[in-house]
């Protein structure tokens, strides 16, 4: 008995779809991938990296974690950050939030949710390392999503902060990270002016993007 047949049928008229628009698409997508973007993003299912940058498979290198958390001890993400740019060349390192994200949600709360507490443990230090500013925002809802704001800006830095992306500017391989925020009630995304593109940059772009008003 076939499972998830539905699934199945939706892949087949997928592949319909691609083929009647470009026949030789996925012959030129077995050929490699040289994607010019890495996504870090959430594994939440409403913010899939594809659609929301309208680009096709080959386009985008993904990694997905709870709450698009960047740490250097999880070889999964560095080595994830490792092979798209020592290996693939990408010209630029998205890291993308949303608002109403489940994970920064139970991070800003202090009861016992899990196992998830340890992984959730990295975004109750950017609420503790930001707390004064989080507590002038009287709104629990603005203040939930500047924390979602603050915690892609922090990941965004340990990006720039990881061995790779600093011995790929040393080496001169352009290179740029940026911090976005995905709105999953508009479908838009959000520049939050945490651009860099080497190490002189990373003090200024995180002091603008931390400081700016909510």
Not at 33 to 56: H, K, T, Y
Request: glycine content about 6%; hydrophobic content about 40%; charged content about 20%.
């Amino acid at each position: 008995m076939r499972v998830l047949p539905d699934l199945i049928e939706n892949n087949r008229k997928w592949v319909a779809s691609v083929n009647e628009t470009d026949p030789d698409f996925f012959n030129k997508l077995s050929q490699g991938q040289s994607p010019e973007f890495l996504w870090i993003g959430c594994a939440d299912s409403r913010v899939p990296a594809n659609e929301i940058l309208g680009l096709m498979p080959g386009e985008v290198f993904v990694h997905r974690n709870i709450a698009n958390v960047v740490v250097h001890s999880d070889f999964n993400c560095q080595s994830v950050i490792e092979y798209a740019v020592s290996a693939l060349k990408v010209k630029h390192i998205i890291v993308c939030g949303h608002y109403g994200c489940g994970g920064v949600k139970a991070a800003s709360q202090n009861h016992h949710v899990g196992l998830i507490d340890n992984w959730l443990r990295h975004i109750r230090d950017v609420r503790r390392k930001h707390d004064e500013v989080l507590l002038k925002i009287e709104d629990e809802n603005e203040r939930f999503n500047r924390l979602c704001e603050l915690n892609v800006i922090e990941q965004t830095l340990h990006v720039c902060h990881s061995t790779v992306v600093q011995e790929a500017w040393e080496n001169g391989q352009p290179l740029s990270v940026n911090g976005w925020i995905y709105g999953i009630g508009d479908g838009l995304l959000k520049d939050l002016n945490v651009t860099i593109a080497e190490p002189t940059e990373i003090a200024d772009a995180y002091r603008v993007a931390v400081n700016r008003t909510a």
